[in-house]
């Protein structure tokens, strides 16, 4: 038993080296100067330590901007896609109507159509639009892949829960909306805060629409507008660092919390790669 | 929804038949988009350098993934906090990731992580440029894309192994059965399903991969990390060829109609039960 026990703590390590490596390496250049980064000094750790690549990105750079953007962004979408999820997710869980199998399976087909096919007829939709070039188009366009992601996901929780409560509620005299709002969304509560969470994730770290679709450098989203300063001026390491540092700290403390659920939700609903 | 997706989609299909420059009307050519594609040696290269992408990625995901399970099933302290802290990658921003192991891999020993180390530690005596040869370049978005995937691939195999009976591995431990069999015979077979919808499922969406190899390498040195998106987004917003870049994406379609009811069957299955 010994011995399983120490492969288990080595692996453990390896893995956690592994995966903090990275993390780690960014972080400590993002609190390097610029000569220290250019001339290989203080590998390892940083010494000095400095924070003039943070006031630098904030101060000098339109990256507070870009953060706004994806914020509004992020709300936005996961707005939309929480309510339209859940409605559907509820549809298709407890109504009976025909075809609910079909639309089961139609959800989960869309949710596995690759951005990479629609960007260009989405462009040219958008533009026709007039939305392209401003958030608008965001707000229109990552509902696509949100929405049948977590309408799957709920369509799992709803059908997990014991549909004896609502019945009871129904017999007592609750119209549907009622039952929904004053039974089902509470118990519900862990599996819609956890696609909403993923609404949240996927769109705060979106990458190909923002590109394609905007281009207006104040309009940009985070992920764009860190990959414009490593082409833009060849100097930022640092600061492009810090930014990656800033966009990261939110989802990760926002996730140490509730990892669990997201974990479980992910058991209920299957699935992302 | 499906007019979100489903009227983009088939605006693709009727762009794919045209000769569309951007600023000038289309024309209807037929398959001239096609057989111009399927007669170009670049075309060739993108489609054997995806498929070397996908299933290097996809494999080595599935073994460290298994190796992730392994260590965490046997962990008997904390398990909870290690499945959260080896899930980190999986929630951090694609595009960080690639700019992080951008840097991991830069030539320049101060920025590149493996070129620090080993020249600190003596093994070199020169940087050593990995994203400057082909297949340096490929094997570097390959470890990237590993190392977001890999701990999702973990956490499933993980939820698989613990849903497996402790009884089958007693009755084969009471018959003689090693820890190797009792892997091979037991923990395998218990883990088919979550295997098979993961890896199908990643297969789909590293096909498509446009963040990961855009960020890194614009799909350089030449030609040599080029895949499917990034190949499609350059010929339709670079050389603006609306129609041709829109095939080139088009021709992962048959593909994904062959993979796509094989996922949904077994997602769909896994509801039913």
Redesign the interface.
Known sequence: MRTGRLATVLGLGAFALVVLVPFWWIASMSFKTYEQIQFAQSIYVPRPFTWENYTGLWLGTRFPLWLRNSAITAIVVTAITTVVACLGGYAVARLRFPGREAVASLILILYLVPPALLFIPLYRVLAELGATNSLAALFLSYPTFTVPFCTWLLIGFFKALPIELEEAALVDGATRLQALRRVLLPLAAPGIVAAAIFAFTLSWNEFLYALVFIQDERTLTVPVGLNLLIYGDVFHWGELMAASVITTVPVVTLYMFIHRWMVEGLAAGSVKG | ??G??G???S??IW?SFTDKLVGYPERFVGLRNYVYLAEEDTFRTVVRNSLVFTVASVALKVLTGL??A???H???RWR?F????????W???????A???R??FDAF???G?FN??L??AGLLTRPIAFMATPEGAMAAVVVANW?R?F???G??YL?GMQSIPGELYEAAAVDGAGAWRRFWHITLPGLQHVMV??IL??F????????II??MTRGGPGTATQV??TY??EV??NQLR?GR??TI??Y??PL?IAL?PL??RH??R??AA
């Open positions: 929804m499906v979100l997706i009227y983009p989609f605006r693709a762009l190796a992730m392994l260590v965490l046997a962990t008997w909870n290690f499945r959260g802290l080896l899930l980190l990658p929630i951090t921003s694609t595009v960080i990731i700019l992080t192991w840097w991991m020993p101060g920025r992580f620090s180390v020249l600190d190392w995937g701990p999702f691939f956490v499933s939820a919808v993961t499922l990643t789909i969406f590293t096909l498509n991969d446009f963040n855009y960020v499917f998106a499609s987004y339709a917003f609306w870049g829109v994406s088009i992962v379609v994904l796509i996922v949904s997602l769909l896994e509801r």
